[in-house]
């Protein structure tokens, strides 16, 4: 055993009892971009309008191209709030702010084929930001309320996961992403500041407005909200001709997601990852320079007691997960 490794070993006190927060069972696959899922609104005006967090976990198809739209609330001249992607760009708006459009965040090679990616866009009340795999990529100074829909206008309106309609009829469609969405979540409240490790799975609470798990049986023809509000999308349906319905599958296996106790970011926890993690203890420039593959961040592969720092209370959670007991 190497030197680092038994200090590590060494370390050991108290194997740590938290349970495993797993990935979701299943997923939705949106393919083509014409696939949509419809968002019912019973209620004539959404309560996102001083802060906002819109985020999925998703998987992109080798097939998207440019960019689709993950979620999308829309209302013709009111309102148009959405977090859309592609393979070089996150891009997410909230109508009625200021400094107001798209926020955009563009990168060649942004997203990746085969590789789960965490996707964020946050307004706080006085900021925008944009995260991707848990790290911050843009932000900018915004201030105002994110417009509400007008409940007295015959504007049409539309909230779609996937392909969404828009135009002054709401007869056009703009592309869907292309891929798989693991869980799509809307909420009221700014959930993300700093950098932080994206989970693999979420649960309600009270500010959740929307909460799709997608680990609906292939034979529903509504994808389920889990936020307790009950806004149960209908697949395939919605105002604009063409839509098409997507499909609830199995999680694919054998695709990479980022797991704390990586340290070495080769999407196996084992022996190999050692290395990394006492140089992660040292602090994270230490860590930037012992090897790891990229597309990975600091935080999330170390952080194994999850308290958002990288310490000695991580020690034991990475020795169990050697043990292939990960807390
Ligand atoms: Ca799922
Ligand atoms: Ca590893
Ligand atoms: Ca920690």
């Given at each position: 055993m190497c030197a680092r490794c038994a200090i590590v070993t060494a370390s050991v006190v108290v194997v740590m009892g938290a349970t495993t927060v797993g990935a979701g069972e299943g997923a939705l696959l949106l393919e083509p971009a014409t696939d949509t899922v419809e968002i019912p609104v019973t209620r004539g005006e959404s309560p996102l309008s001083r802060a906002a967090t819109y985020e999925a976990r998703v998987l992109m198809s080798?097939?998207?191209?440019g960019r689709g739209f993950i979620l999308r609330e829309w209302q013709f001249v009111y309102m148009d709030r959405s977090l859309s992607a592609g393979p070089n760009v996150l891009v997410a708006h909230s109508a009625g702010l200021s400094p107001g459009g798209e926020i955009r965040y563009s990168q060649t090679g942004l997203l990746q084929p085969g590789r789960w990616h965490h996707l964020a866009y946050v307004y706080d009340g006085s900021e925008e930001r944009l995260y991707v795999d848990g790290v911050r990529v843009a932000q900018r100074s915004a201030g105002g309320m994110i417009n509400r829909r007008n409940p007295n206008s015959d504007a049409p309106f539309a909230m779609a996961i996937g392909a969404a309609p828009e135009g002054a009829t709401g007869r056009q469609l703009s592309p869907g992403f292309r891929g798989h969405i693991d869980w799509v979540r809307i909420s009221n409240v700014a959930r993300y500041t700093d950098d932080f490790c994206p989970p693999a799975s979420i649960s309600a609470d009270g500010a959740t407005m929307l909460l799709y798990?997608?680990?609906?049986?292939?034979?529903?023809s509504h994808a389920t909200d889990?936020?307790?509000?009950?806004?149960h999308g209908l697949l395939g349906f919605g105002i604009a001709p063409g839509e098409t319905r997507p499909d609830f599958v199995p999680l694919p296996p054998g695709t990479f997601q980022l797991r704390p106790g990586d340290a070495n970011c080769d999407g196996e926890i084992n022996v190999a990852d050692i290395n990394c993690f006492v140089a992660a203890l040292a602090g994270e420039q230490l860590w930037d320079d012992c090897g790891h593959a990229a597309g990975c961040q600091f935080v999330c592969q170390n952080d194994l007691d999850g308290n958002g720092a990288v310490g000695v209370g991580d020690i034991n959670g990475f020795v169990s997960c050697l043990t292939g007991a990960c807390p």
């Open positions: 080798t097939l998207m191209a798990q997608f680990n609906d049986p292939p034979t529903n889990s936020s307790g509000r009950n806004r």
